[in-house]
Nanobody, 120 residues
Framework: QVQLVESGGGLVQPGGSLRLSCAAS????????MSWYRQAPGKERELVATITSFGGTANYADSVKGRLTMSRDNAKNTVYLQMNSLKPEDTAVYYCNARREYFGRYLDYWGQGTQVTVSS
């Protein structure tokens, strides 16, 4: 029932742009904080960006500040990651995450991931 489906990944040259989308269904989207994570080969999964349930506050990893912008559209049950000025070190599988505190624990939903490759 619960689904998070990422799209928009691909191969781009350094300095290029991509926009990732994550379409959510099967839960009350507006009640969840949303995040983008990424994982490169041989590296730990890292948090890229988080946005609050109503979109008032977004936070970013230092490595992406000024280049990546997260947004959400609660009416469309979708979150986005606009990626500009991409660097080879941005190459990773990008995962969409939904999180809500529930009876003293976190509920976490995850998407399947979308590959972003930045290379010339």
């Amino acid at each position: 029932q619960v689904q998070l489906v990422e799209s928009g990944g691909g191969l781009v040259q350094p300095g290029g742009s991509l926009r990732l989308s994550c379409a959510a269904s099967g839960f009350t989207f507006s009640l969840y904080a949303m995040s983008w994570y990424r994982q490169a080969p041989g590296k730990e999964r890292e948090l890229v960006a988080t946005i609050t349930s109503f979109g008032g506050t977004a936070n970013y990893a230092d490595s992406v500040k000024g280049r990546l912008t997260m947004s959400r559209d609660n009416a469309k049950n979708t979150v986005y990651l606009q990626m500009n000025s991409l660097k080879p070190e941005d190459t990773a599988v990008y995962y969409c995450n939904a999180r809500r505190e529930y009876f003293g624990r976190y509920l976490d939903y995850w998407g399947q991931g979308t590959q972003v490759t930045v290379s010339s």
